[in-house]
Structure formats: C-alpha cells, structure tokens
C-alpha cells in the first residue's frame, strides 16, 4: 500500500524542492498564503505531499491551480454560510436515529469523499496520474497502526482516507486497509523525504498552546481539539529529533481546527509566513550555488 518515494532525474547541481503540508482543519488554510510565496518565487516544486487539511490543500496545487487561484476558492466556498452548511448535510451520512443503532453512523459523521466533491475546485482530477506535480497523501492504517503513502490510482478516497478525523469523517477502505486521517500518525509528513539533492519545505500549521482559560469546549469542538493537540505534540516530538531542511509555522495564534468561516482572518494571520518563505527559500538557494 504504500507508495514508492516519486524521484526525479537531476538536470543542475540546484535542488529540487519538495513541499511538505501539514494537519490542521481550518488552520490549513494558511498553507495558501505558502503557495503563494512559490508561485511569486517562481519555484515549482517536484514533489508534494500532505497530510489531512495539507492534503486536500496539496492536491489542488499538484492538480496546477496557483495560491491565488485557492485562495479565490475559499472565499468563493465559504463567503455563503448557508450554502456551506447545506452542503455539508448533504455530506453527512449520520442520523440521529444512530445513537441508538450500533455501526458507523453517528449524527454529524461526514462522507469525505462526497464533501471534497462538494467542495474541491472542478480542476482536481479523479487520479494521481493526472496530477501536474507527483503528490503523497498520508493516511494512518487503523488496524496496523502504521503510516500510509497514497500516490498513485484514484485521489478522492486517499485524500478523504488523510483528512477522515476519527468520529468525524469516515474512514476509508482502501486495498482491505481502513484509514483514518494521517494526522494520527504523521501530521507533518517529512521525515521519508529529506535526503541528499532535496530541500524540504515543510509547512506546520498545528495549534500553538493558549493562554490558561476556565471555559469548557462543546463536545465536537473537543474532538477536535485533542487531535490539535496530538498534531502539535508529534510534530514537536519529530522536529526536536530531525528538523526539516525549512520549517515554516504559519498558523496564526487563537484559530480552532473548526473556524472555516473565520476563513479570512486565518489568511491574514498567515501573511508574514508569506515572507518567511521567501526569505528562507532565497537563502537556501543561494547557499546551494
């Protein structure tokens, strides 16, 4: 099940880039301002991958739309809160009537693949293969407990295998494999992909701890809310013993993984990742000339 790592054929002793996205619900939406700093840059990367948000963010650029272009997207998407939440009840295979049935079903339990087909740009196509860029979707096996690679066949079910938050989104059947979302394992999937002749752009968007508070979350927001603190704690856990080639934070401060509609806020608060980015990525370059 898990892929073989895309490679490339070197053409100049200068680097391939290879752009990393990580976890984070709404707080992936900062990956944007991200790709907007490469496409200003004039980089393309040769490999992208992602996990959870960062996946379905990845793929759309793989697929060839520009920062730009995704950041049109969102607002276009989310601009109209009722029409968000009507497609997102038509994604949703729970009932009610479930909490007193056994099974999958629960009352907000949601078809991933039926929402990025409600929510993905036309332009994302059906296979890997299409993709304009080699792209990597991580999921978690479930039942193995083991990280998962996705990079070829059809794109749908392996990013909805990424982003299926346990309780949230269902998981994916894959191969026999049931996948959940690959936050559960690796929110920030870089470690398989630094070597020599790459340079490793990673991209965390994981909740930074907040300042002591009494209240007490809702239940869903809890959900939530504990798989952003496993995400932040892994990738802690990865950095402090192989950091990537550039590591990037570009979630802002005070944003849940649920805060869609704060859409335009969390793109604000990502703008100086924009510059990092820049700056980082020149530098590098011009170390490895």
């Not at 996205?21 to 200003?40: C, F, N, Q, T, Y």
């Not at 980089?43 to 991958?49: F, M």
């Not at 993984?257 to 793109?267: H, T």
Request: glycine share 10%; charged share 20%; aromatic share 4%.
């Amino acid at each position: 099940m898990t892929s073989a790592l895309p490679t490339t054929h070197k053409v100049s002793s200068k680097p391939e880039l290879v752009l990393v996205l990580g976890s984070g619900g709404a707080r992936g939406l900062s990956h944007i301002p991200v790709l907007e700093a490469l496409d200003e840059l004039g980089l393309k990367p040769a490999l992208i991958a992602g996990s959870s948000m960062g996946a379905i963010v990845g793929a759309a650029y793989a697929a060839g739309l520009s920062g730009r272009d995704l950041r049109a997207h969102v607002e276009a998407s989310f601009r109209d809160r009722a029409r968000v939440i009507a497609r997102l009840l038509e994604a949703r295979i729970g009932k009610i009537a479930d909490l007193w049935r056994g099974g999958l079903g629960n009352p907000v339990l949601i078809d991933g693949e039926r929402l990025l087909d409600l929510f993905w740009p036309q332009a994302v196509p059906d296979r890997f293969e299409e993709l304009g860029i080699p792209f990597l979707s991580v999921a978690t096996d479930y039942h193995l407990h083991d990280e998962v690679m996705l990079g070829s066949g059809p794109l749908t079910p392996a990013v909805a295998a990424s982003l299926a938050i346990p309780g949230l989104v269902k998981p994916v059947t894959i191969g026999g494999r049931v996948l959940i979302d690959g936050g559960a394992i690796n929110p920030l999937p870089y470690d398989r992909l630094l070597g020599p002749g790459r340079l490793v752009l990673a991209v965390d968007t994981s909740a930074p701890a907040t300042v002591s508070d009494s209240r007490v979350p809702e239940p869903l927001e809890a959900m939530v809310g504990v798989s952003q603190i496993l995400t932040r704690a892994l990738v802690q856990r990865m950095i402090e013993r192989q950091p990537p080639d550039i590591l990037i934070r570009a979630g802002g401060e005070g944003f849940g993984g649920l805060d869609f509609f704060r859409w335009q806020a969390i793109l604000d608060a990502a703008q100086p990742a924009k510059d990092e980015v820049k700056r980082r990525l020149s530098e590098a370059l011009e170390r490895a000339a």
